[in-house]
């Protein structure tokens, strides 16, 4: 059966966003801070930043005004969903000392129900690659299922691009295809855009009905499909994902390798705004009076010297062979481990980059054996 397709206004939002508060989620959307568009607790849809856009690049952001009244024409931010998932510092247990005896208390991970205002394609696809990663594998994450278990995604479809973005090579975008909970369409209307609205799930078909928005024009859905596909021609970085395996196996020695390393600042960024790099590290600390320790797990990266470290010393040493390993992982090689790429397109890699590294550029000299400049 066809699902039901909304039209929806700023008064239909509001309502989006109380219902779901009423049923108990935190909700939360895009803000403008000071310098990048970050996620935070939104009451409605005023909070939003309505007319702002922002420009990305190599090693370049920029928050600029574009003078009309959207809310939801920019690409992925430096956040994505992960540090909510996925967070970046978790308490695993506390051991005290009380009474001359020792006490572990363990941290059990609680169940938020937190629904999320405009998320991009390419991060409603992170998810599901996170989900493969920490969810559906053998070994669950207790925090991660938590944290998973109370979300509720409202999608937004691209019809703009960042230079930055490549979202239509790794097939996560700019139109959300599944994922989500409720996927909006924004359509440019003058003072008041309107929002073609779809439901993804039978959590948010409910509270779509509950919103009492009319039903939209039937032509909406095939204007949307136009305004994505034409998005995604015009993309100006690709990554053949179906050569990147073999592309990566017969690249091992390259000398393309050093010429990254050269510029490589191995600082970690590129992991750490990716939305689907999950490694982490643990740390002890203990009080200086001895009476109480604790156990946090941290996101790490596969830059830092010490991610490899095993007795004896570590097993990638060089910046060469950790960028090496990062691109792999990403293109390549998770698409063995996982059956998909690691890699959503988001381009957030390429924009966080303080040297302006850029994944696909790299990809595209490693796949057409464009020689090193070294
Ligand atoms: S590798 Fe880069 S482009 Fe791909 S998902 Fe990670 S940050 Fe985004
Ligand atoms: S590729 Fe860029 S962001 Fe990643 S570690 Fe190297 S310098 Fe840092």
Same mark, same amino acid.
């Given at each position: 059966m066809r699902k039901k397709q909304y039209r929806l206004d700023r008064t239909h939002l509001n309502s989006l966003l109380k219902l779901l508060e009423q049923e108990g989620y935190q909700t939360y959307g895009p803000v403008r801070g000071e310098h990048a568009m970050e996620w935070a607790p939104v009451g409605d849809v005023e909070s939003l930043p309505e007319g702002w856009t922002a420009v990305q690049g190599k090693a370049h952001y920029r928050l600029e005004h574009r &003078?009309?009244?959207?809310l939801f024409n920019y690409s992925?931010?430096?956040?994505?969903l992960k540090k909510f998932l996925h967070p970046p510092r978790v308490r695993l247990l506390k051991a005290e000392r009380t009474n001359g005896a020792f006490h572990i208390l363990e941290d059990k991970p609680v169940m938020v129900k937190r629904a999320f205002l405009g998320v991009k394609p390419c991060d409603v696809a992170a998810v599901a690659a996170l989900d493969r990663v920490l969810l559906n594998d053998r070994y669950p994450d207790d925090v991660y299922q938590a944290n998973r278990a109370g979300l509720f995604l409202i999608a937004v479809h691209c019809t703009e691009c960042a230079e930055t973005c490549f979202c239509a090579s790794s097939k996560s &975008?700019? !139109?959300?295809?599944?994922?989500?909970?409720i996927a909006l369409h924004e359509r440019p209307s003058g003072s008041s855009p309107e929002y073609f609205a779809e439901s993804g799930s039978a959590a948010g078909a409910a509270v779509l009905e509950k919103t009492g928005a009319p039903a939209a024009p039937s032509e909406w859905a095939r204007e949307l499909a136009d305004a994505c596909a034409l998005a995604a021609g015009a993309q100006q970085r690709h990554v053949d994902f179906a050569a990147a395996p073999a592309v990566v196996e017969r690249n091992f020695d390259s000398p393309r390798w050093d010429d990254i390393a050269r510029r490589c *600042?191995? #600082?970690?960024n590129c992991t750490q705004a990716c939305p689907t790099c999950f490694c982490v590290n643990f740390e002890e600390h203990s009080s200086l009076d001895r009476m109480t320790a604790e156990r946090h797990r941290v996101w790490d990266s #596969?830059?830092? !010297?010490?991610?490899?470290?095993i007795h004896g010393g570590s097993?990638? *040493?060089?910046t060469k062979s950790r960028y090496r390993h990062w691109l792999g992982h990403k293109l390549a090689r998770w698409q063995q481990q996982f059956g998909s790429p690691g890699c959503v397109g988001c381009g957030r890699c390429i924009t966080w980059c303080p040297a302006g590294i850029d994944i696909t550029a790299e990809f595209e000299s490693l796949k057409a054996g464009v020689p090193a400049v070294i």
């Open positions: &003078g009309d009244h959207s992925a931010g430096p956040e994505s &975008g700019p !139109q959300a295809r599944t994922g989500f909970d *600042l191995a #600082c970690g #596969c830059f830092t !010297q010490n991610f490899t470290y097993v990638r *040493l060089s």
